[in-house]
């Protein structure tokens, strides 16, 4: 079976190279994010990127210090601007909004030659008073971009027949 090249060669990266991103191609995967669909098309997201490296190296503390998340040239917040939403199932729509936009982006980063790396373990609080986000907002997980130092070794999936059914649970 052959999947898309993004997906199929994407790993999460875990050392990064401090060679920059071309501002075009960090254009491209945040607008990639921007394209993204949401519930009733709420949109209720803002990507902050941080690229000022004493501010990336804060954020690593608040990472509990992560080595790669300072190392990373880019490091993309990805935070909720409205955490109220509802949908009609009954689930909040905000992370599930946020996390197909990150999702988008990091698919376009693979496809511009860039590695990436979703991190949710920070210090939440400590983040948001780096990036000064509002107090009411949430920063739904952070995205880290740049080129790979070195290639992580592909992890495993569980096998199709035990994730997937027709019909019937
Ligand atoms: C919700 C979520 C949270 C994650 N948090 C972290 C994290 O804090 N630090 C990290 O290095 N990787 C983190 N990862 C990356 C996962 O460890 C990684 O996606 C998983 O092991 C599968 O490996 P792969 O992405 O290379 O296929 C996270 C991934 C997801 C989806």
Request: with cysteine.
């Amino acid at each position: 079976m052959k999947l898309i090249p993004p997906i199929e060669e994407r790993l999460s990266i875990q050392k990064f190279s401090p060679k920059p991103i071309e501002p075009e191609k960090l254009t491209a995967v945040l607008e990639a994010g921007r394209r993204a669909p949401s519930a009733k098309n709420r949109q209720p997201w803002r990507f902050i990127v941080v690229d000022d490296e004493d501010i990336r190296k804060r954020v690593e503390t608040a990472a509990f210090g992560q080595e790669h998340v300072g190392q990373a040239p880019a490091i993309v917040a990805a935070c909720t601007t409205n955490i109220d939403y509802l949908m009609p199932n009954g689930q909040p729509a905000y992370p599930i909004d946020i996390t197909l936009a990150v999702s988008f982006m990091m698919i376009q980063a693979q496809a511009e030659g860039i590695g990436s790396c979703i991190i949710t373990t920070y210090d939440e609080r400590e983040v948001k008073e780096i990036l000064t986000v509002p107090f009411s907002m949430r920063v739904v997980m952070l995205l880290l971009l740049g080129y790979p130092a070195e290639l992580p070794f592909p992890t495993t999936r569980k096998p199709f027949e035990q994730v997937v059914s027709f019909n019937h649970w």
